[in-house]
T-cell receptor, first 114, second 115 residues
Framework: KNQVEQSPQSLIILEGKNCTLQCNYTVSPFSNLRWYKQDTGRGPVSLTIMTFSENTKSNGRYTATLDADTKQSSLHITASQLSDSASYICVVSVSKAAGNKLTFGGGTRVLVKP | DAGVTQSPTHLIKTRGQHVTLRCSPISGHKSVSWYQQVLGQGPQFIFQYYEKEERGRGNFPDRFSARQFPNYSSELNVNALLLGDSALYLC??????????????FGPGTRLTVL
């Protein structure tokens, strides 16, 4: 069964500090992995997307890593800001031949405190 | 240029009724996907449409159906509503030309409450 597990479920950090979110998946056949940021009550916004051959990708203060061998990904937030408070969702896609289905993780809720 | 738009923003229905949710993709996008997000959980994939054809289906009962129109807008229909159908329904659009790696842009969602 295709699954995406994220940890921790929630996280509180002080403004200016760094944090790392984890994502483990069992999705197969793997096509790509995406990280989204979702503010409360709004639709998710794409941060990064990585294919099998990519092991790191950055978007400003967000850096995602991918280890396709161990089926793990991480999202690192550098120098957190209050606006980083949101849910971060890891999404893994199966290949086009397998239907292009996306499996979403449950998300990590991040709260940045001043 | 407008982003993905969804209507209505909020909806209250009673059990057994049916509902139609609408989505307009970003101009030029040919792929639309629908997701259900229950409070406190990540979105669950329902359908993907590309060029008016269904390209993917999640594990949802047949009460859920969708279609895509020639202008690439889409409707999600849910029949015989259950309390458990209460959720935020998200629509996402993408160009749909990259074999699955193109970025999806989400709309604000429709909050459905079933009483």
């Amino acid at each position: 069964k295709n699954q995406v597990e994220q940890s921790p479920q929630s996280l509180i950090i002080l403004e200016g500090k760094n944090c790392t979110l984890q994502c483990n998946y069992t999705v197969s056949p793997f096509s790509n992995l995406r990280w989204y940021k979702q503010d409360t009550g709004r639709g998710p916004v794409s941060l990064t997307i990585m294919t099998f051959s990519e092991n790191t990708k950055s978007n400003g203060r967000y850096t995602a890593t991918l280890d396709a061998d161990t089926k793990q990904s991480s999202l690192h937030i550098t120098a957190s800001q209050l606006s980083d408070s949101a849910s971060y969702i890891c999404v893994v896609s199966v290949s086009k031949a397998a239907g292009n289905k996306l499996t979403f993780g449950g998300g990590t809720r991040v709260l940045v405190k001043p | 240029d407008a982003g993905v738009t969804q209507s209505p923003t909020h909806l209250i229905k009673t059990r057994g009724q049916h509902v139609t949710l609408r989505c307009s993709p970003i101009s030029g996008h040919k792929s639309v996907s629908w997701y259900q997000q229950v409070l406190g959980q990540g979105p669950q994939f329902i359908f993907q449409y590309y060029e008016k054809e269904e390209r993917g289906r999640g594990n949802f009962p047949d009460r859920f159906s969708a279609r895509q129109f020639p202008n690439y807008s889409s409707e999600l229909n849910v029949n015989a509503l259950l309390l458990g159908d209460s959720a935020l329904y998200l629509c996402a659009s993408s160009l749909g030309t990259s074999g699955g790696t193109d970025t999806q842009y989400f709309g604000p969602g429709t909050r459905l409450t079933v009483l």
